[in-house]
């Protein structure tokens, strides 16, 4: 390079990463540091994403450009967990977009948070798996650092639920991540694993495990297999009371969104129908909009299902 000149912007961008660079690589190619700072200010043609990382350009940044500039800030060692990693590994329903990022670093790391990035450092860093070359947190652990951000219990309750019931991983598997790493922000999460153990499979369920706990009656099985005195699969039940053949359906908007969803659950209730099962379905929203009426009519079903002869032979199995 001749004294006095430096890289046009294609040289520049091809030595980023998507647009994303640090500053010092910028200053190694040429450029003075004054030069690249004031590139960077309001009306300039760059801007500072984190401290010594800078973007190429203006507008708003993507997300990929938001996650290299993260793990650019958190350095060779930096792991991207929380939400975001959960996303990369296949767990759909998580928390509405718009949240930091979460990266672990290790413990000698002092790094400060920035407007897009939450920096957690940690004793206990783990090996992480790659998604599209961007280094993550498995997705345990990633569950685990995800759930002690947030306070809703029922955002927590679809994070854990999705990626058990799909098999993603186990509910022991987050157990151990949320015992490895600390009791700081984890009583929330751990109540809510239980729940997903004991069979809740979404926060509408978690509604209705709260609104059972104020009934008085017994608890039921939570999503169960029930089967007729032939053996033959009738549906999973969300909540299950086996001594009076009663189930307790809870009918989620999110759960029924296309004909074929809405046909599979009405074969459903036919068959708990045809076989004598009591049936008491309640709208998902009404859980906690009408919370005092829908428990009158939980304990009103159970009474009457109670006061009929039990249908012979109905049985229940663990779900598969």
Same mark, same amino acid.
């Given at each position: 390079?001749?004294?006095?000149?430096?890289?046009?912007?294609?040289?520049?961008?091809?030595?980023?990463?998507?647009?994303?660079?640090?500053?010092?690589?910028?200053? +190694?190619?040429?450029?003075?540091?004054?030069?690249?700072?004031?590139? *960077?200010?309001?009306?300039?043609?760059?801007?500072?994403?984190?401290?010594?990382?800078?973007? @190429? *350009?203006?507008?708003?940044? %993507?997300?990929?450009?938001?996650? %290299?500039?993260? @793990?650019?800030?958190?350095?060779?060692?930096?792991?991207? %967990?929380?939400?975001?990693? *959960? @996303?990369?590994?296949?767990?759909?329903?998580? #928390?509405?977009?718009?949240?930091?990022?979460? @990266?672990?670093?290790?413990?000698?790391?002092?790094?400060?948070?920035?407007?897009?990035?939450?920096?957690?450092?940690?004793? $206990?860093?783990?090996?992480?798996?790659?998604?599209?070359?961007? #280094?993550?947190?498995?997705?345990?652990?990633?569950?685990?650092?995800?759930? &002690?951000?947030?306070?809703?219990?029922?955002?927590?309750?679809?994070?854990? =639920?999705?990626?058990?019931?799909? !098999?993603? *991983?186990?509910?022991?598997?987050?157990?151990?991540?949320?015992?490895? $790493?600390?009791?700081?922000?984890?009583?929330?999460?751990?109540?809510?694993?239980?729940?997903?153990?004991?069979?809740?499979?979404?926060?509408?369920?978690?509604? /209705?495990?709260?609104?059972?706990?104020?009934?008085?009656?017994?608890?039921?099985?939570? $999503?169960?297999?029930?089967?007729?005195? =032939?053996?033959?699969?009738?549906?999973? /039940?969300?909540?299950?009371?086996?001594?009076? /053949?009663?189930?307790?359906?809870? $009918?989620?908007?999110?759960?029924?969104?296309? #004909?074929?969803?809405?046909?599979? +659950?009405?074969?459903?209730?036919? &068959?708990? /129908?045809?076989?004598?099962?009591?049936?008491?379905?309640?709208?998902? &929203?009404?859980?906690?909009?009408?919370?005092?009426?829908?428990?009158?009519?939980?304990?009103?079903?159970?009474?009457?299902?109670?006061?009929?002869?039990?249908? #012979?032979?109905?049985?229940?199995? +663990?779900? !598969?």
């Amino acid at each position: 390079m001749r004294r006095g000149s430096e890289p046009d912007r294609a040289t520049l961008w091809a030595a980023s990463q998507g647009g994303v660079i640090a500053a010092r690589v910028l200053i +190694e190619m040429g450029l003075s540091e004054s030069t690249v700072y004031r590139r *960077c200010r309001d009306g300039g043609p760059w801007q500072r994403l984190a401290p010594g990382i800078l973007l @190429l *350009c203006t507008g708003e940044p %993507t997300d990929d450009q938001l996650v %290299t500039a993260a @793990l650019l800030h958190g350095g060779p060692r930096a792991v991207l %967990t929380g939400l975001s990693a *959960c @996303l990369r590994q296949g767990v759909r329903r998580t #928390p509405t977009p718009g949240r930091k990022l979460q @990266l672990l670093v290790p413990d000698d790391r002092q790094l400060r948070h920035t407007w897009f990035v939450r920096v957690d450092r940690s004793r $206990n860093m783990p090996v992480p798996v790659r998604r599209g070359g961007v #280094p993550l947190a498995p997705l345990p652990r990633a569950l685990a650092d995800g759930s &002690r951000t947030l306070r809703d219990e029922r955002e927590i309750a679809e994070l854990f =639920s999705d990626a058990v019931q799909r !098999r993603l *991983c186990t509910v022991a598997e987050i157990a151990a991540e949320l015992d490895a $790493n600390g009791q700081h922000g984890s009583a929330t999460p751990r109540r809510v694993l239980r729940a997903v153990r004991d069979g809740i499979r979404s926060a509408a369920e978690l509604d /209705a495990k709260k609104l059972w706990a104020r009934s008085g009656l017994p608890e039921p099985l939570w $999503n169960v297999a029930v089967h007729d005195g =032939s053996g033959r699969f009738l549906g999973v /039940a969300d909540a299950w009371w086996d001594d009076v /053949a009663l189930a307790w359906e809870i $009918n989620s908007i999110a759960w029924h969104l296309t #004909p074929t969803d809405y046909a599979r +659950e009405q074969a459903k209730s036919a &068959r708990f /129908a045809a076989a004598g099962v009591a049936v008491l379905p309640t709208v998902a &929203r009404r859980l906690r909009g009408d919370a005092p009426e829908v428990l009158r009519e939980l304990t009103a079903a159970h009474r009457a299902a109670t006061g009929r002869p039990r249908p #012979p032979g109905l049985h229940w199995t +663990e779900r !598969r």
